[in-house]
């Protein structure tokens, strides 16, 4: 990318590294300090705990200082065209850095490595390594090929790996809340989307070395699982003995790891997820009620030309089982995307109706941006102009806003329980949790220590957070 030349303080400072000597060099290029850095959604930061297993099993070690490492690992997204640039831009940076140190290794993983291949390497001088998502265990290999001199690639995509057997290091932890990955790919073609080309073929983990994660996970202290999929109502796993596993089956089985390890789930797909999936929630005090629904449109002809097999009416009787068998508490959220090709003014209201009729608690917004190889972009226009695009998601934030104003004001005056994160991010004499529908709260702190389960009376909200004092 030509146009981004400008340097943040933040990336200057990442640049302030001494100059290395050739002995130095040489020293280096035998080094195993890795630094990895990861972009996009919870499935990228879960994949770099795998990716860490690997390469500590291998001999290398991870570092959370850039200027110490000898490889720099990027995990990257592909999604949407910004999340791309993000990379480009941030491999300027490390260009300066391999400038004054040429013996460091610069490689690219996940959905953008698989999207473009060797594209990268051409394009990307700097660049040494290339690995998708379903590579990883690959990757000593690879960094050995560098380390002789080559360019290494790897972005076979697999139908059967699910690093089900990796146990996770886990990055930036809490020591409370852990993701799970329970699946990997994406069956489902919406136009809109690069996952299938990028992270392949549904297939899911499994369940047993979901469970024995999760087991070692609360004996180590984590109180909350965050189970992940691009769609985990389609969790499908069959025993040596036959036996089916769907995935109400596995939330049972999480769930019954322990009464006091919380139970969270992304992404539920509105066309696939059960009321046995909603009944097994109900049932289980410890499984959150908390569920991601992304609509993507509140149009029936968007939903149709972005082919997401389902109808706003479809759409809407999900929400009422939700509501029917979870109640009003339970935290809903959203996934929509504004301005995709063709939609019109009409369109857009119905959006904007939409979410009036299902008030959620919060939501994930975007404006539409074509991607290369979607089916999107082969078969249809992406005519909406830029300024329409923004000014739509705009008012789909603004009205959001609201919502999830509305929703938290829905807990004030209550006694809530909260699982303790840690402190507050803009005060240490604060603690900040969870209740189980997923909202923040902020309390002045007592004898509570992370991974506590307290009680705490909501005083006051913002449209983000809950307010109180322990009870
Ligand atoms: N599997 C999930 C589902 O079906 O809802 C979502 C996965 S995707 C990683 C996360 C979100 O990114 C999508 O729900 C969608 O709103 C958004 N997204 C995907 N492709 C996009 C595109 N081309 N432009 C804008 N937003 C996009
Ligand atoms: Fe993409 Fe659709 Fe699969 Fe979600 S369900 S990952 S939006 S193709």
């Known amino acids: 990318m030509q146009d981004l030349k400008v340097l943040t303080k933040e990336e200057k400072e990442g640049l302030d590294v001494p100059r290395i000597s050739e002995d130095q060099v040489a020293e280096n290029s035998f080094g195993k300090k890795v630094y990895i850095e990861s972009y996009g959604c919870q499935m990228n930061f879960a994949d770099s705990e795998v990716v860490t297993s690997i390469l500590q099993e291998n001999g290398y070690v991870t570092t959370s200082n850039v200027k110490e490492a000898h490889t ?11 999340a791309e640039h993000k990379i480009r831009h941030r491999l ?74 990796i146990e996770p290091v886990r990055l930036n932890s809490n020591g409370v809340t852990a993701m799970v990955s329970i699946m990997r790919g994406c069956d489902n073609m919406c136009t809109f989307c690069v996952v299938p080309y990028t992270r392949g073929r549904e297939r899911s983990r499994d369940l047993p070395s979901i469970i024995a994660e999760c087991e070692k996970l609360f004996q180590q202290g984590y ?16 025993s040596e003995e036959g036996q089916l596993v769907n995935f109400a089956h596995l939330l049972e089985a999480v769930a019954l790891v322990s009464p006091l390890l919380r139970v969270r789930f992304s992404t539920s797909h509105p066309k696939d997820i059960t ?73 857009h209201q ?38 329409v695009k923004m000014r739509r998601l705009q008012e789909i934030i603004d009205l959001q806003r609201i919502h999830s104003a509305k929703r938290n004001e829905m807990w004030v005056g ?58």
């Open 72 to 82: 720099i690992l990027l995990n990257t997204c592909a999604i949407r065209e910004n």
């Open 414 to 471: 209550r006694k809530v329980q909260v699982l303790v994160e840690g402190d507050s991010k803009k005060s240490k004499l604060h603690h900040f949790g969870k209740i189980d529908s997923n909202k923040v709260v902020v309390f002045p702190k007592g004898n509570e220590v992370k991974g506590d389960y307290v009680f705490v009376n909501v005083t006051h909200c913002t449209s983000g957070t809950l307010l109180g004092e322990l009870c």
């Open 223 to 238: 109180r909350e699982v965050t189970l992940l999929g691009q769609n985990v109502d389609s969790y499908k796993w069959t």
């Open 92 to 165: 300027q940076v490390f260009t300066h850095l391999k400038a004054k140190n040429p013996a460091l290794t610069v490689g690219i993983l996940g959905c953008m490595a698989e999207r473009l291949k060797t594209k990268l390497i051409d394009e990307e001088k700097i660049v040494d390594l290339v690995a998708g998502p379903d590579a990883y265990r690959d990757l000593p290999a690879l960094l050995d090929e560098v380390s002789d001199g080559q360019k290494a690639i790897n972005v076979f995509l697999s139908r059967e790996e699910t690093y089900g057997n």
């Open 350 to 387: 119905d959006t904007l109706s939409l979410l009036a009729e299902v008030e959620y608690d919060f939501g994930y917004m975007f404006a539409y941006s074509e991607r290369p190889g979607t089916p999107a972009e082969k078969k249809l226009t992406d005519d909406v102009p830029e300024e």
């Open 275 to 347: 009321d046995e999936v909603l009944y097994t929630m109900k049932k289980y005090d410890n499984i959150c009620k908390n569920i991601h629904l992304p609509a993507q449109s509140g149009s029936n002809r968007i939903l149709e030309l972005m082919k997401r097999s389902y109808t706003r009416e479809w759409y809407l009787d999900r929400i009422k089982s939700i509501r029917n068998i979870l109640g009003e508490e339970c935290g809903v959220s959203q996934d929509m995307i504004a301005g995709f090709c063709t939609e019109t003014e009409e369109d």
